[in-house]
């Protein structure tokens, strides 16, 4: 079965590992500190960091992994040990993505950063100034140059970030005028949601720049919000972890740092759900639980 990277009906090529409760994924954050200040990032930056031998160690104690998605938390390159971490994932054969804001790419590490299955760079503007008020950082013309150092290797795709709200929802008309040779841009609303003015008004920009541009736009998530459906069992859970700097495990990436959502107590109860990433996904299973897709062929 040929399906998109992004498709959540991939979810069925899984079955028997959910059945068998085998984790194939895990999202890790090497630490927790950051050389940006987001105005909307939710996590409390503090020292925590993971060692690379904690990394491993999680490698180690799901061999049935597959891909290792390493983000934050914080800017996951200022952790040295990140980069060794790339390497010993590819050494086993499971592919790993990165997310990252893009200002520490260098000559040095980019060659190990270009052996990721994905990168996808938070650049969420178009402009060195929009990008300085909501990034708290005045780098955004090193990492536009950073990115294209990146495209020049054999990374098999690079992505652009842009987290849409009330202050960022005007520049994505400039984003034609950027000069970035990336595989996609993928266009998110903040976890709170934005207002339907600002909903309006992105969803008309991203289809006029859908019309002037080359790159493939990823919007459907300002199309439709990310909530939680209650009333169907959280499945995709048992073939998921999330793992922070305070080196816990939790169950879903939505639920970094939750006490409630660690994986040695949490009893599956996804009522206090309000955000769900993974929400097509376990609608997709469960119209397979419920026999309202054939088994059959799966």
């Not at 992004?6 to 194939?24: C, M, Q, T, W």
């Not at 939710?42 to 799901?62: A, G, I, P």
């Not at 140059?145 to 009330?166: A, C, W």
């Not at 520049?171 to 609303?189: G, N």
Request: with cysteine; hydrophobic share 35%; net charge negative.
């Amino acid at each position: 079965m040929d399906l998109n990277f992004y498709n959540p009906s991939k979810a069925l090529l899984y079955i028997k590992e959910i059945e068998r409760g085998d984790v194939i994924f895990f999202d890790i954050h090497p630490n927790n500190f950051c050389n940006h200040n987001c105005i909307w990032c939710k996590f409390e930056h503090n020292k925590l960091e993971l060692s690379y031998e904690d990394m491993v160690r999680h490698l180690d104690k799901y061999p049935t992994v597959r891909g290792v998605r390493i983000s934050g938390g914080g800017e996951p390159l200022l952790n040295r040990d990140t980069f060794p971490f790339i390497d010993e994932c590819v050494r086993r054969g499971v592919e790993v993505g990165l997310f990252t804001n893009g200002s520490l790419l260098n000559d040095d590490n980019i060659p190990t950063v270009s052996k990721c299955r994905f990168c996808r760079i938070s650049l969420d503007a178009a402009t060195p100034l929009t990008h300085h008020r909501i990034h708290g950082s005045k780098d955004f013309d090193i990492i536009i140059e950073n990115i294209n150092k990146l495209r020049r290797t054999n990374i098999r795709e690079l992505g652009i970030s842009f987290m849409v709200t009330e202050e960022t929802v005007y520049d994505i008309p400039l984003l034609e005028t950027l000069e970035v040779d990336v595989d996609y841009m993928h266009f998110k609303p903040i976890n709170i949601g934005i207002s339907d003015e600002a909903q309006r008004l992105a969803i008309e920009h991203l289809e006029n720049l859908e019309q002037k541009i080359k790159t493939p736009l990823r919007y459907n998530r300002v199309l439709y919000d990310s909530w939680a459906n209650k009333k169907i069992p959280c499945r995709i859970s048992r073939i998921i972890r999330a793992i922070p700097s305070d080196n816990k495990t939790y169950s879903c990436c939505e639920h970094h740092y939750e006490p409630e959502y660690d994986v040695t107590t949490w009893n599956g109860d996804n009522s206090k759900c309000t955000n769900c990433v993974y929400n097509s996904y376990n609608e997709i299973l469960d119209l397979y639980y419920t026999d309202k897709i054939a088994k059959g062929f799966f």
